[in-house]
């Protein structure tokens, strides 16, 4: 397609139970992200994918939440055991490697995914 | 540490009048990124506009335009003669070259434009 796409739009789940969430970044772009928004936090950074090198885990809040990108495309966030507070929109965005240009590469994001914990 | 501090929580504006967002970061690199990201009622984050820490020149793109001044670390967004479907959050944001270039947002600014 031609924009960043993710699924489920949205999911509810039990608390402890485990969730996937699906992101299929712009064709071409080897850099992918995960961003969570809640009320509570705001935007904040997740996880960073970039071709083969080894991910940015550091934004991960606990180790419950885990990321794979396969075949250097799409990538699926998992989190385990979900609490309450696990409660938010997850985004995805993609982007041309980093230094493609002289400049930084422009993230664009997917619609998210709006994960509800009961 | 980087931040990006955007005071204004919530802004509120009849149609026509112009808006100024604000926009103050804070970071130790010298070469850095700035952007602006629009989220509407539906949710999704699109892209604005984004700017490299060495280049000052402002920008305008239509009805919008940025006023980047290093000298106070602030990346302001204006909106002339608003409409009701500029109704949106907005967010600035700051990524630092070769810090996994994540964005690091700031809070958002709520607009609301009413006819």
């Known amino acids: 397609g031609a924009g960043v796409s993710q699924s489920p739009s949205n999911k509810v789940t039990e608390k402890g139970k485990d969730v996937e969430l699906r992101c299929d970044p712009i064709s071409g772009h080897t850099a992918l992200y995960w961003y969570r928004q809640s009320l509570g936090q705001g935007l904040e950074f997740l996880i960073y994918f970039q071709g083969n090198s080894a991910p940015d885990k550091s934004g991960l809040p606990s180790d419950r939440f885990s990321a794979e990108r396969t075949g250097g495309s799409v990538s699926t966030l998992t989190i385990q055991r979900t609490q309450q507070e696990d409660s938010a929109v997850y985004l995805c965005?993609?982007?041309?490697?980093?230094?493609?240009?002289?400049?930084?590469?422009?993230?664009?994001f997917g619609p998210g995914t709006r994960l509800l914990v009961l | 540490a980087q931040k990006v501090t955007q005071a204004q929580t919530e802004i509120s504006v009849v149609e026509k009048e112009d808006v100024t967002l604000d926009c103050v970061y804070e970071t130790r690199d010298t070469t850095y990124y700035l952007f602006w990201y629009k989220q509407p009622p539906s949710g999704e984050l699109v892209f604005l506009i984004r700017r490299n820490s060495f280049d000052e020149q402002n920008e305008i793109s239509g009805r919008y335009s940025w006023n980047f001044q290093k000298s106070t670390s602030s990346f302001n967004f204006t909106i002339t003669a608003s409409q009701v479907v500029d109704s949106a959050v907005y967010f600035c944001a700051l990524s630092e070259a070769g810090n996994t270039d994540k964005l690091i947002f700031g809070t958002g600014t709520r607009l609301q434009v009413f006819p």
């Open positions: 965005a993609s982007s041309l490697p980093p230094g493609t240009s002289s400049l930084q590469e422009t993230q664009y």
